[in-house]
């Protein structure tokens, strides 16, 4: 269930948000990003993703998300699960100040996949793009929280991640 803009309004000052972030990683060891339009992290590269509605299932909206910001449909199948995060964002979607804060619960999902994504226009994203994923953690306009994904300390992973499978990777 899509909520009115009220009504996320509502959830954003009261709960924590439950989100699905996809980590593409194409056989050149890059990982798709893009460029936030909107906040919270509005300006820095952010990996596609999307929260789960109520009444939603993770597998729909696995599908809903990836179709809406990567052009194409992923399923559990393609993936596996990567860890689970703590996103706090200091500033929320509609950028006022009586909401506050936004909190996200992220669950990771990583995807081997080819360049071939399909880069399209979401509303979310000023650009979609590739970055190797050794240059992540030095990049200053990749958000914090993005690389947290690619590193070894992770400060809001809640118990294991599954950064060990990205070793593996480059």
């Known amino acids: 269930m899509k909520l009115s803009e009220e009504q996320f309004k509502q959830t954003l000052r009261d709960t924590v948000l439950v989100s699905l972030d996809l980590l593409i990683v194409n056989e050149r060891q890059e990982v798709l990003l893009g460029r936030r339009r909107n906040p919270p992290a509005r300006g820095y590269w952010f990996v596609p993703g999307g929260r789960i509605y109520k009444g939603e299932s993770p597998e ?3 599908a809903r998300i990836s179709r809406q910001e990567i052009g194409m449909e992923l ?3 393609d993936g596996m699960l990567h860890g689970i995060y703590h996103h706090p ?3 929320n979607f509609f950028d006022d100040p009586e909401i506050g804060a936004t ?3 992220a669950i990771a999902c990583l995807f081997r996949l080819n360049s071939q994504v399909a880069c399209i ?3 979310q994203h000023e650009e979609l793009r590739f970055f190797p994923i050794s240059d992540v953690a030095a990049h200053p306009e990749i958000h914090e929280l993005t690389k947290y994904y690619f590193c070894e300390r992770h400060p809001n992973a809640f118990l294991n991640s599954g950064y060990p499978l990205l070793l593996s990777l480059t």
């Open 75 to 77: 399923s559990p199948q």
């Open 121 to 123: 226009n979401d509303g």
């Open 60 to 62: 729909k909206a696995l």
């Open 89 to 91: 964002h200091p500033d």
């Open 103 to 105: 909190q996200y619960l």
